[in-house]
């Protein structure tokens, strides 16, 4: 099954909800053309993956797994183990599980799985083609499948996976972070729109910039911005008096705490 190219391999999804929505989204954006079989479970999703970007719909998520080679998992954690209950994997097949917050140990002490579990959790970014994908352990065919969504990033241990986990939350905390700061632009008399655009465009500049310097520290790019007299110094000094640079820091500990202890 594994010497199969990618683009003759069925891929199944079980847990057919926001993950897998911008998950296949992003699979078919990338050009991935093989077969995508869903559970039937969230009917709703379901049909509209099916229509909008070309899926099957399986009759039960044993039916999933049988028609299929490679399955992704995304359910929440606290329903994988009836998800598990029950179903029979063949055993060389390979499970890819979004599930955040349990290890690949754990994943096996919940419910049979075959021997080949791999952990990959991108975010929903990878719907527009931007955005790493990061994975645990290291295998070629799920690599091969994340390069269709993102860019795929691999880890040695599971230790620097979950650290990639933390950084991913990240990206969710942005948004809000984008909007409230549209926010006070339209509250000061800009147009939505124009706000929206000043604020999403100012960083994309950002990380375009930054990624451009890839030799230079990323701190050191604002210290060369926000030298004496500026007002972009004005306003950090505001930043830190306020802990708007630290109070991220504490974030992510916090879930890496909670990423730890879960596992
Ligand atoms: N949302 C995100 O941005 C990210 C999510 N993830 C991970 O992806 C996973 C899914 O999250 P998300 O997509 O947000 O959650 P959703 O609730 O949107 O989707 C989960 C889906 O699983 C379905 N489901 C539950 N039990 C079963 C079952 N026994 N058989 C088949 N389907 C079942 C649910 O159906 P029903 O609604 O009927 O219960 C639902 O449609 C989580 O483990 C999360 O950690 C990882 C990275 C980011």
């Keep these: 099954m594994t010497d199969k190219p990618l683009s003759s391999m069925t891929i199944g999804i079980l847990g057919v909800g926001y993950f897998a929505s911008y998950f296949i989204a992003g699979l078919r954006k990338g050009g991935f ?6 559970s039937p479970r969230n009917a709703q999703t379901a049909n509209k993956l099916a229509q909008t970007h070309n899926c099957s719909i399986a009759v039960t998520n044993q039916d999933v797994i049988d028609h299929t080679d ?21 055993d060389d097949q390979i499970v890819v599980s979004a599930v955040a917050g349990i290890s690949v140990e754990n994943h096996h002490k919940t419910g049979p799985l075959p021997q080949t579990l791999i952990r990959m959790i991108p975010v929903c970014c990878i719907e527009a083609g931007e955005g790493v994908v990061p994975i645990y352990p290291a295998h070629k065919i799920v690599e091969d499948l994340a390069r269709f969504t993102g860019a795929p ?3 040695n241990t599971e230790e620097e996976f979950d650290l990639s986990l933390a950084a991913s939350c990240m990206n969710g905390w942005l948004y809000e972070f984008f909007g409230s700061m549209t926010q006070w632009l339209e509250n000061k008399g800009l147009p939505s729109e124009t706000a929206r655009t000043l604020v999403l465009h100012n960083v994309r500049g950002a990380t375009g910039y930054a990624l451009l310097k890839e030799n230079e520290d990323l701190t050191s790019i604002t210290n060369d911005i926000a030298t004496e007299g500026t007002f972009t110094l004005k306003g950090l000094e505001v930043l830190r008096k306020h802990q708007g640079i630290i109070a991220w820091d504490k974030a992510l500990d916090e879930v890496h705490a909670n990423l730890i202890r879960d596992n």
């Design 33 to 38: 053309k093989g077969q995508i079989l869903l």
């Design 70 to 90: 490679l399955v992704v998992v995304s359910v929440k954690p606290e329903h994988l183990q009836e998800l598990l209950t029950g179903l029979s994997f063949k």
């Design 153 to 155: 990033v691999t880890f």
